[in-house]
């Protein structure tokens, strides 16, 4: 037996929604050979949150450390392809641009493109950055291919939109088939160590008792662990991230396979459109300060372009995290940790770098306040750096509405308001070596939402303009050309066979 084996045998994961059977398939993937046992405890009376269709690259590294086909999943989920998100009117109505999951041209010269994009912006000689990108003129045009290996093509990567409740019953069979024991009930009642105060059991109503050495919270917004057992507090964000109420409604398909999710600002918070194979995922997410409930819905509902398939359902959030993410002997993952609204369709990421997270520091004895410290160090990262990200949608807007002057005018956290000023100065960008938003994502955002540089990089300015200009037309006119020779993202699909 290994020493791991010795010291932390039993693990006990609460909750079976997208965050419990992603952390099951794969803590038994990756340290299934450890002697480790997981037991999985989830309630069908209590259900799922059920929302949660649109996901970021990241999901393909995840999937592939599962030994999961992609083409498989995507057939047993309803998957689309995703190659970005598209935001309409967030800037000024009428506005539209694609954050995408690729990169803007290329290089030309020492300055980076976007400072040459900028150079030749200013003198009005430069089509919207937009079109020289490939994954966003493919989307546009509702086409599809794989990333091209060969390196004639502009890079780009893609996410999925896929169905999370199928997604999370396929991962459930892959657990159980690695060894995960599943265990239906309602938990009832938590027992702890009277010494440490650390969890020993949870009991089910039939009275059986569930003991474990480390104790995974999924269970979704009620943080029955982290938060009502360990009293774990929770950072509220509503200041920066006030949106706090969501409808959600599925519409039929009508034929729109568009690769690519859909995020509209609407008067007091914005609307999802997030095309499936099924169906189309759709919601609300809103404001009650600025938006009554009923108003909200019939925003929702005049909207759909398509027949709705069930009454709009409300769901409630608080946007924020827990001051730990790991507490004791239990470690929160997905809706249990946090919620940072699905602006960015961040939290099944969040969900994979707590798991990853958490299997890199996977205590090799006992529990040590080191891993604990350096875990929560890296969320605490990961959350708010997605966060800073997310309020610049909200707050580089020139809307007239109420809410939207209040967010042009809410403090920001000191991080951010550097980083736009840096932006609209200069065309200076984040420099993350790692982390989810490049700096193509905050390019997408400030350029598409009119933060545009006054200057940049001197060495831009060094090009012969016209050299310049037959540079860009150049890009330009091979990745028109590249996006018009994929086919069509349905024909991708029947010929990979992901057809659900
Ligand atoms: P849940 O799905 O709520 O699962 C909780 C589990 O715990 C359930 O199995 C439940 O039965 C169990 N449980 C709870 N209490 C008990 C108990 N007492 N006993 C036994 N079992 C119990 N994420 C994205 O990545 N992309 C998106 O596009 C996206 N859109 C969203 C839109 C909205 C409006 C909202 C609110 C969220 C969205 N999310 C999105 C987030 C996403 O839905 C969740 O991160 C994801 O579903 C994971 O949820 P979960 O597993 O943490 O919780």
């Known amino acids: 037996m290994t020493e791991r084996a010795q010291a932390i045998r039993n693990v006990v994961i609460v909750g079976g929604g997208t965050a419990g059977w992603m952390t099951a398939a794969a803590l038994a993937r990756l340290l299934g050979g450890t002697g480790l046992a997981i037991t999985l405890v989830e309630s069908a009376a209590i259900g799922t949150v059920g929302v949660g269709e649109a996901t970021l690259p990241q999901i393909r590294r995840f999937n592939s450390l599962l030994g999961i086909d992609e083409r498989e999943m995507m057939a047993r989920t309803a998957a689309t392809i995703k190659l970005g998100i598209e935001f309409r009117d967030w800037g000024r109505v009428g506005d539209g641009y694609i954050h995408p999951f ?15 994009w900028a150079r030749a912006h200013a003198r009005g000689m430069v089509a919207p950055i937009g079109q020289y990108c490939l994954p966003i003129m ?5 086409r599809f291919e794989p990333p091209d290996a060969s390196g004639t093509r502009q890079p780009y990567d893609y996410a999925f939109q896929f169905d999370a409740g199928l997604y999370a019953a396929w991962l459930s069979e892959h657990a159980q088939s690695a060894g ?6 309602r938990i009832v009642d938590v027992a702890r160590n009277s010494e440490s105060g650390a969890i020993s059991a949870v009991s089910l109503e039939d009275g059986a008792a569930i003991r474990g050495d480390l104790f995974i919270d999924c269970s979704g917004f009620r943080a029955l662990l982290i938060g009502e057992t360990l009293e774990t507090s929770f950072e509220d964000w509503s200041n920066w991230l006030p949106c706090n109420r969501a409808f959600a409604v599925p519409c039929a398909n009508g034929g729109d396979y568009g690769p690519y999710t859909r995020a509209t600002a609407r008067a007091a918070g914005w609307q999802w459109r997030i095309p499936l194979q099924h169906r189309v995922g759709n919601g609300l997410v809103y404001c009650d300060a600025f938006w009554d409930d009923a108003d909200a819905a019939e925003a929702l509902m005049a909207n759909l372009e398509g027949e709705p398939g069930a009454e709009p359902r409300q769901l409630r959030f608080t946007t924020g995290r827990r001051s730990a993410l790991w507490r004791s002997n239990c470690v929160a993952i997905g809706l249990a940790g946090g919620f940072l609204e699905p602006l960015e369709s961040t939290s099944i990421d969040l969900i994979q770098s707590g798991i990853l997270n958490l299997v890199e520091l996977f205590p090799h004895t006992a529990i040590e306040e080191t ?40 403090p920001l956290p000191d991080s951010l308001s550097a980083r736009i000023e840096d932006f609209r100065e200069r065309a200076i960008l984040p420099d993350y070596a790692d982390g989810l938003f490049q700096p193509v994502s905050w390019i997408s955002v400030f350029l598409g939402q009119n933060v545009v540089p006054r200057r940049w990089d001197p060495r831009a300015d060094a090009m012969d303009a016209d050299e310049l200009g037959k540079r860009l037309a150049a890009i330009h006119g091979k990745i028109a050309d590249d996006a018009a020779a994929m086919p069509l993202h349905l024909d991708f699909l029947e010929r990979a066979g992901a057809r659900y």
Request: hydrophobic share 40%; proline share 2%; glycine share 8%.
């Open 138 to 142: 493919a989307a546009l045009q509702g």
């Open 180 to 185: 995960v024991v599943r265990r239906e009930g």
């Open 371 to 410: 891993d604990r410290r350096e875990y929560n160090r890296l969320m605490d990262l990961e959350f708010e750096r997605i966060r800073d990200f997310l309020v610049l949608h909200y707050v580089a807007n020139q809307r007239e509405e109420e809410f939207w002057q209040a967010m042009r005018a809410m």
């Open 102 to 116: 690729g990169r803007f041209g290329q290089e030309i010269g020492p300055a980076s493109f976007v400072d040459y």
